[in-house]
């Protein structure tokens, strides 16, 4: 029966293929796959090489169903759009295929999201149907990173975070305005922000449980969101709903649906809005701290840490064996390690100039040098022929 069975549900993922190449699944989006116009057919491009909190590996990038009630402008899986082929899997069919590819050593994990049909409690029930399949009848103890469905009850969001090692609540948009002009059927407050909200309520009352974190996505670019409304919420959920991470996807038109004659957004905006989210989920930044253009902006020409260094350190530099690790922070090319490191080797000798730094493994130490002290002075900086 299983050898019956599996070929057609691997040929069945190999028509889906890149299905889910919107999503990030992994901890640097920017090495995921490109975004190409969705025309895939083959098993490679279901498998994705992405960065998680388990190392590097391949996973299988997939969705239960490609179907789906609803109609979000910009998503090739809105309901009508008579482009997208529409391919459905049981639980049993989709843990069978990963359980095959997986013990054949294609996949090492998976990341598995899903049109909605029948409603998101229906969805997400099948979501998790297929990882206790994954989980207990073929005992799979590696990574695994489930998509929420908007809506879902509490005790299914619960379950997941039990399962997996991630779980997504994308909010789409900053705002209920922004969501509104996404996607008209999604809720911000009682379908998206209420699942991260339960999230972190489910963490605090079960400290000792070992249960997923929590991720979300912005679509960025379509609806005239600004970097500011988009920072501002995830500096929230850094603070208050113990986010991981928040991604920011640029927006990227798909034929066939209301938004596909709009403007791709600028890759840079996507990058400048994952350096100054570091800053505000790593290194203790607040929004205030960062700096915004006229329309909400930040800058696309210059890094937000570089930015405020040139406002405040130009003239102010900060003396590298008296500042604090906060202080060394601000620094640019001085990360949390970097910082830790100074504090460290200046226990036992004075810093004199930018070699020392580089041997404590700050690799870059002339892209801190307009903004630092050295023995009292400004380091002298030399043109690196490599
Ligand atoms: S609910 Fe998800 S799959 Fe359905 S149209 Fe919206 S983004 Fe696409």
Redesign the pocket.
Known sequence: MLMQTIPDTLTKLEQLGNTTRFEPSGDRPQVEQKRVPYQSRSLDECITNVVTPKGKKPILKTMMTTA?E???FY?????GRSKTQRMTFSPDEMAGAFDTLQRANRVDGIFLS???IKGSVTTQEKIIDTIEIIRDRYEYHGYIHLKIM?GVEYEQLYRAMQLADRVSVNL?GPTQERLSAL?PK?DFMGELLKMLQWAETIRREKPYQKLAGTVTQFVVGAVGDTDHELLSISNRLYRQMGLTRAYYSGFSPVEQTPFENLTPTDPRREHRLYQASFLLRDYGWNIEDLSFLEDGNLRIDIDPKRAWAERHLLSAPIDVMKADRRQLMRVPGIGPVGATAIIQARRLGRLTDLAHLRKLNIRAPEQAAPYILLDGRRPATQMRLF
């Not at 998503?75 to 309901?79: D, G, K, L, N, Q």
């Open positions: 789906c609803r109609n979000c998503c090739p899986f809105r309901a899903s049109g909605i908007p789409e996607a999604k």
